[in-house]
């Protein structure tokens, strides 16, 4: 691992390959780790970044008052304290909720957005009733090991015909997570709404989604790409949530034709 100093926090990552930059953002209860399978797919045609959030994998947590604002910022100061050019950006789950945070304050940053299995924030594209459902979820987690807390996740992220290896490696990430850092992160963005910032989008905007997802399921796809001008939709069938995942091969596909073309 990697690591920057940005706003006083300790940021790590992964670095690997040589080309255009492509910068990867993992989700809830995960860190860089869950991007193994893209490191070593992408890293031929890209040089692919895959950081720790704050508050995650070996990054330092981040103060509790912490907001979608500050994570935009940090991002920001990350892609310039550790990245050559103006990256592409790559934002799974969660992940996508702070590529568009990094939009919102800082629209110069990116060459290009990869939001996949993504919400315009859970207020942007979730039911209030649900939005308070998984706030509630995740604040009665916090105090229990990660190992416990993501025997509830699974039957959401993945499919079940998910490889077992696969699942337990999700199981293995998940018993690393820092309580402070995931209730900072939770009070940044349990209620983000970013709805006003999609139709802002005018950089190149791929939305990549598994057919079977149940947490960002398709209709949250479909308004996605309503609302953002003259992005692409991407479905990838018989996986879920956690897509770059179950099927990394039809997801890097995607990914490097996407980038192939509005790189050039």
Known sequence: MDSVEVSGLRIAYQRAGRGPSLV???????????????????????????????????????????????????????????????????????GSCMALALYAGHPEAAASLILASAYAGWAGSLPAEEVERRIAQVTSELDHPGTVVIEDWLPTLFTQHADTALIQEAIDISADFHPAGMRAILNALGRSDYRDVLPAITIPTLLLYGAEDVRSPLDVARDMHRRIPASELVVIPGVGHMAASEAPEAFNTAVRQFLRRVAT
């Open 24 to 94: 990867l953002l993992h989700g809830a209860y995960d860190d860089s780790r869950s991007w193994r399978r893209q490191m070593e797919g992408l890293c031929n045609d890209f040089t692919v970044f895959a950081w720790d959030a704050p508050g995650c994998g070996q990054s330092d947590d981040p103060p509790p008052d912490l907001t979608d604002r500050d994570l935009g910022d940090i991002l920001a100061a990350f892609l310039q304290a550790a990245v050559q050019g103006k990256p592409h950006v790559l934002g799974l789950s969660w």
